[in-house]
């Protein structure tokens, strides 16, 4: 199966003078349990959670004494609360990692050409089901 992966986004990515900091420039120490933001400043915390619909979360959020003098600190978070800065939520280790990959494959060139045979066979469905009103013809 191919198919692209969400992008790793952050509510900064709004801003064009200023890139927002993703996922992607934060290391993680999986062993430690621990996360490095890019200036050098390591997580407080990491708890594994569960979100509503059931799917495993890490959660990983930095102290705001580490975050609030930062000079990166505007293209990484808007928190404002005196305890947490930034935190990260993360998928289950395995998944993590296999979900980074894909991001990275998905901005090859060969990885575009073999979804462009896919995305032009989904076009042709899809003209063809609503040129023929396939789906609400009875059988």
């Known amino acids: 199966m191919l198919g692209p992966v969400a992008i790793d986004t952050h509510h900064n990515g709004r801003d ?3 890139p927002h900091l993703t996922q992607a420039a934060f290391t993680t120490d999986w062993d430690a349990r ?16 569960r979100k509503a619909s059931g799917t ?3 959660r990983v959020p930095f102290a705001f004494a580490d ?3 930062c000079p990166l ?7 404002a ?20 990959q894909r991001r990275t494959e998905q901005q090859t060139d060969a990885w575009k ?6 995305a032009q066979v989904e ?6 089901v609503r040129r023929t009103r396939l789906r609400r013809t009875p059988y």
């Open 16 to 18: 064009d003078q200023a």
């Open 34 to 49: 621990r996360v490095t933001c890019p200036q050098g400043a390591a997580s407080v915390s990491w708890s594994q959670q």
């Open 56 to 58: 495993s979360i890490v």
């Open 67 to 69: 975050c609030h003098p």
């Open 73 to 79: 600190r505007p293209r990484s978070t808007k928190a």
């Open 81 to 100: 609360n005196g305890k947490w800065g930034r935190s990260l939520t993360l998928l289950p280790r395995q998944q993590q990692q296999i979900l980074e």
């Open 113 to 118: 050409e073999r979804y462009g045979t896919r």
């Open 123 to 128: 076009g042709t469905i899809s003209q063809t």
